[in-house]
């Protein structure tokens, strides 16, 4: 039996870990910040979601042996010119405060027609601080007016892809993955990784 291969995700996210868990199946071991005591803080001062996840992964990889994945997501709706976009999990006011987020969101949609909007996701890796590759996906798809669903996280219970009238927290994980941006961009990674 073949031992499976470690990557390590630069993240504090629980879910996020768990969603890239789920794609990458039994071949791969994932670890995250909660499998080490020395994880840096790593301050997200970038404009865009390239910048904050090359920080992520060039910082944790420093510190780290192995291959690092870094991303960084977010919701750009349309109307709001491309808002929450890299601010998405602090839209609301507090940092990992989706309840806050969805709400703003919610209400500068209050009565807009125009809905359309994208996730969209950059994935960054890293090993002893140089990047080697990074990659992005996205999903697009449209606003709801109300919340829906109990699975996923952040705006998921909002945001429904092309093509479904339900939310990402409707659908559930299984279909989310093979849909979502964080689901595109991973397929990226482990396509470079396996020519490696």
Same mark, same amino acid.
């Given at each position: 039996?073949?031992?499976? *291969?470690?990557?390590?995700?630069?993240?504090?996210?629980?879910?996020?870990?768990?969603?890239?868990?789920?794609?990458?199946?039994?071949?791969?071991?994932?670890?995250?910040?909660?499998?080490?005591?020395?994880?840096?803080?790593?301050?997200?001062?970038? !404009?865009?979601?390239?910048?904050?996840?090359?920080?992520?992964?060039?910082?944790?990889?420093?510190?780290? /042996?192995?291959?690092?994945?870094?991303?960084?997501?977010?919701?750009?709706?349309?109307?709001?010119?491309?808002?929450?976009?890299?601010?998405?999990?602090?839209?609301?006011? !507090?940092?990992?405060?989706?309840?806050?987020?969805?709400?703003?969101?919610?209400?500068?949609?209050? &009565?807009?027609?125009?809905? &359309?909007?994208?996730?969209?996701?950059?994935?960054?890796?890293?090993?002893?601080?140089?990047?080697?590759?990074?990659? !992005?996906?996205?999903?697009? &798809?449209?606003?709801?007016?109300?919340?829906?669903?109990?699975?996923?996280?952040?705006?998921?219970?909002?945001?429904?892809?092309?093509?479904?009238?339900?939310?990402?927290?409707?659908?559930?994980? /299984?279909? *989310?993955?093979?849909?979502?941006?964080?689901?595109?961009?991973? *397929? *990226?990674?482990?396509?470079?990784?396996?020519?490696?």
């Amino acid at each position: 039996m073949r031992m499976p *291969k470690t990557i390590i995700i630069a993240t504090r996210n629980a879910h996020k870990t768990a969603e890239i868990r789920q794609m990458l199946g039994e071949e791969w071991q994932v670890k995250d910040a909660n499998d080490f005591t020395d994880w840096p803080i790593v301050e997200e001062t970038g !404009e865009t979601f390239l910048a904050n996840a090359t920080l992520k992964a060039v910082a944790i990889s420093l510190v780290h /042996e192995g291959i690092v994945l870094a991303d960084d997501s977010g919701l750009c709706v349309d109307f709001l010119d491309g808002a929450p976009g890299v601010w998405s999990s602090s839209y609301g006011g !507090e940092e990992g405060n989706h309840a806050k987020n969805n709400a703003r969101l919610l209400a500068e949609m209050q &009565g807009v027609a125009q809905r &359309g909007g994208y996730f969209s996701c950059t994935m960054v890796l890293a090993q002893q601080g140089e990047v080697l590759a990074h990659f !992005e996906g996205r999903c697009t &798809g449209r606003i709801l007016t109300t919340a829906s669903g109990g699975h996923g996280f952040g705006y998921d219970p909002l945001f429904a892809p092309h093509g479904y009238d339900q939310s990402f927290a409707d659908l559930g994980s /299984e279909v *989310k993955n093979t849909l979502s941006h964080r689901g595109a961009a991973l *397929k *990226k990674v482990m396509a470079w990784l396996s020519n490696k």
